[in-house]
């Protein structure tokens, strides 16, 4: 038997570690989502939901997402946000990715929605749906499937998911094989969320708020190689009790306006401070604020960040600045850009404000020409990280300062 053969059995086996059926309804939500699935409840896994693209009536989806923290009682929470219309799901079901789109054998099962195996979602709502018996692994890929019988309108999700999932024409949900979902694609279609409960009580999650840098691009897709993925491996090793990380990036995303997806302030309640279990937020947001020449000023981005940082606290979370990485070299960087970040990243640092902070900047540049970053790090847009900046932006962050309390 080989090691990845051992390892998807064992992984099989946790998963079918079943315990006594027992559902706790969770309606859909007519207003701002809960602020917790259930209590003991943490994020596993989680992705930033915008608009996309139009929705397709009889379309299903089997989306590959990847877990962070171990836990029971599995809860996906399924999102109709962006939505112009009541979005009904037939069936909607989670098991354990073997390879491509099909599935280990036994690993997959129903999942209900206040008992029941159809869902309708109001525009701009999001459900939780029921907990599902038995146990999920950490770093598991996991696969939820669904099927919708009418959507159609503005579909929610979330764009580049840096990973494949697949998509069929009809309800193939419940087949382990991959055979009729032989149709890729790079997005993550009505599922924003997944969360567990860990077996230690204790145990906490971060939330990395940010842009294209936190999603992921420019890293080797299907490898989990976005910086949140090497901390999520960081911190399951780390004596904290912080174990989930939910990757609330997005491409394009600024803090002060919608321009590309909600802005971070105006996202922040639905992405962050609702996620079960978050503990803290990492806040990795504003060189695509001030890059872009819109006439933004240190202040309104200091402004911005002291208005997440108030609604954090006021939630009970904390906040870890990180400082905004250098990017001379790409079309939109001048000097009047460079002024700006540097004050920005005075504030972060020394401004006292932040719970902790994350030196990313003093990570990333290069050691010769600071406004720039290390070519060792650089994809080559003097912007993006290659997985080496990846994996060297999780390392900057310290464990302990997640692990914090309000």
């Known amino acids: 038997m080989t090691g990845r053969s051992a390892r998807v059995r064992r992984l099989a086996a946790a998963l079918l570690l079943t315990l006594a059926c027992q559902w706790a309804p969770v309606r859909a939500l007519t207003g701002p989502p809960a602020p917790i699935a259930r209590a003991g409840q943490v994020v596993t896994w989680a992705a930033s939901a915008d608009r996309l693209g139009e929705g397709a009536a009889g379309?299903?989806?089997?989306?590959?997402?990847?877990?962070s923290v171990a836990g029971s009682a599995l809860r996906v929470?399924?999102?109709?946000?962006?939505?112009?219309?009541?979005?009904?799901?037939?069936?909607?079901?989670?098991?354990?990715?073997?390879?491509?789109?099909?599935?280990?054998?036994?690993?997959?099962?129903?999942?209900?929605?206040?008992?029941?195996?159809?869902?309708?979602?109001?525009?701009?709502?999001?459900?939780?749906?029921?907990?599902?018996?038995?146990?999920?692994?950490?770093?598991?890929?996991?696969?939820?499937?669904l099927h919708t019988p009418d959507a159609a309108g503005p579909a929610t999700g979330h764009a580049m998911a840096m990973q494949t999932s697949y998509v069929s024409q009809g309800d193939h949900t419940a087949e382990t094989s991959g055979a009729?979902?032989?149709?890729?694609?790079?997005?993550?279609?009505?599922?924003?969320?997944?969360s567990v409960r860990p077996a230690n009580p204790a145990t906490g999650a971060v939330v990395a708020l940010g842009d294209s840098l936190t999603d992921g691009w420019q890293s080797t897709p299907g490898l989990d190689r976005r910086w949140p993925d090497y901390l999520?491996?960081?911190?399951h090793a780390a004596p904290t009790a912080v174990k989930g990380v939910a990757n609330e990036g997005m491409s394009g995303n600024k803090v002060l306006t919608d321009d590309a997806g909600t802005g971070a302030l105006h996202r922040l309640e639905r992405d962050v401070l609702t996620q079960?279990?978050?503990?803290?937020?990492?806040?990795?947001?504003?060189?695509?604020?001030?890059?872009?020449?819109?006439?933004?000023?240190?202040?309104?981005?200091?402004?911005?960040?002291?208005?997440?940082?108030?609604?954090?606290h006021a939630a009970g979370l904390c906040v870890v600045g990180a400082t905004i990485g250098p990017f001379a070299g790409w079309s939109e960087w001048d000097p009047a850009a460079e002024a700006v970040r540097q004050e920005v990243n005075r504030f972060i640092r020394a401004g006292?404000?932040?719970?902790?902070?994350?030196?990313?900047?003093?990570?990333?540049?290069?050691?010769?020409?600071?406004?720039?970053?290390?070519?060792?790090?650089?994809?080559?847009?003097?912007?993006?990280?290659?997985?080496?900046?990846?994996r060297a932006l999780a390392g900057a962050v310290d464990p302990h300062a997640l692990d914090c309390a309000r």
Do not use: C, Q
């Open 59 to 67: 379309r299903g989806y089997r989306l590959i997402v990847h877990t």
């Open 77 to 145: 929470r399924l999102s109709n946000a962006f939505g112009d219309r009541p979005l009904t799901l037939d069936s909607v079901r989670a098991g354990l990715r073997r390879t491509g789109a099909a599935l280990v054998p036994g690993s997959d099962r129903p999942l209900t929605f206040g008992g029941a195996r159809t869902v309708t979602l109001p525009a701009g709502t999001v459900a939780w749906s029921d907990p599902l018996p038995g146990t999920v692994p950490a770093g598991a890929d996991l696969a939820v499937s």
């Open 180 to 194: 009729n979902w032989a149709r890729p694609t790079g997005s993550w279609w009505y599922l924003d969320a997944v």
């Open 232 to 235: 999520a491996r960081r911190l």
């Open 276 to 312: 079960p279990g978050a503990r803290t937020v990492l806040l990795f947001e504003g060189v695509n604020d001030l890059k872009a020449h819109t006439g933004v000023t240190a202040a309104d981005l200091i402004a911005g960040y002291r208005t997440i940082i108030r609604r954090a």
């Open 352 to 390: 006292g404000e932040f719970d902790a902070v994350a030196d990313f900047d003093r990570v990333l540049r290069s050691p010769h020409v600071p406004e720039r970053l290390r070519s060792a790090f650089d994809n080559g847009d003097h912007l993006h990280l290659d997985d080496a900046g990846m």
